[in-house]
């Protein structure tokens, strides 16, 4: 595959460049005493469908990393604040994100990224998953890094380039374009 020109991709946040589901697992872990749960037992990306826990608990816990990511411990995934910095250096970041509110994550963003890096970047938050496209086309992407596999699916259905980011929750049923970290999305670019 050609090399991707930074300024024609996107990323979205949650299981990408944010371990959301690393947080949520420690949370439960930690404050709920569900010491047997692992990331690998998220199969679904629909959570109340993979996990025997309470709806009431899991509702708890998004609610809480979607209102404050930072206060809640949401670390970003291994090696993604260095490759996004490289990114910065080509072009402005987009991330297109599904959370409902825009603030608390642009703060979490803020906190992790260079100066310059953050107040160049484009931030979008839908409260919905099942449309990005018409962002990401708006936002001229023409590739998407993103771990829900439906939203994957929908995106190469409407002509946008899909990269799966491997999770226990899409790892079957597709043939997509997989990538498995971040030093998976620098090589799409950089050599």
Not at 54 to 80: N, T, V, W, Y
Not at 108 to 125: C, G, S, T
């Amino acid at each position: 595959m050609k090399k991707i020109n930074p300024a024609h991709i996107g990323f979205d946040i949650d299981g990408v460049v944010a371990d959301t589901g690393g947080a949520f697992i420690r949370i439960a872990n930690e404050e709920y005493g569900l010491h047997s749960l692992s990331l690998k037992d998220i199969t679904y990306y629909e959570v109340v469908g993979s996990l025997d826990v309470e709806r009431k608990i899991i509702d708890e816990i998004f609610k809480r990393l979607h209102d404050e990511p930072l206060s809640s411990g949401i670390q970003p995934m291994e090696d993604a604040i260095s490759v996004l910095h490289k990114y910065a250096e080509h072009a402005p970041l987009t991330f297109v994100t599904a959370r409902p509110q825009k603030e608390p994550i642009a703060m979490w963003l803020k906190h992790f990224l260079k100066p310059a890096a953050h107040e160049n970047m484009r931030l979008v938050a839908m409260g919905e998953h099942d449309n990005k496209t018409p962002y990401i086309k708006n936002l001229g992407l023409k590739y998407f890094v993103d771990d829900r596999l439906q939203t994957c699916q929908k995106l190469a259905r409407e002509g946008i380039t899909p990269l799966v980011y491997n999770q226990p929750w899409n790892m079957n049923g597709h043939d997509l374009q997989t990538v498995d970290n971040w030093q998976a999305i620098h090589a799409l670019c950089f050599d």
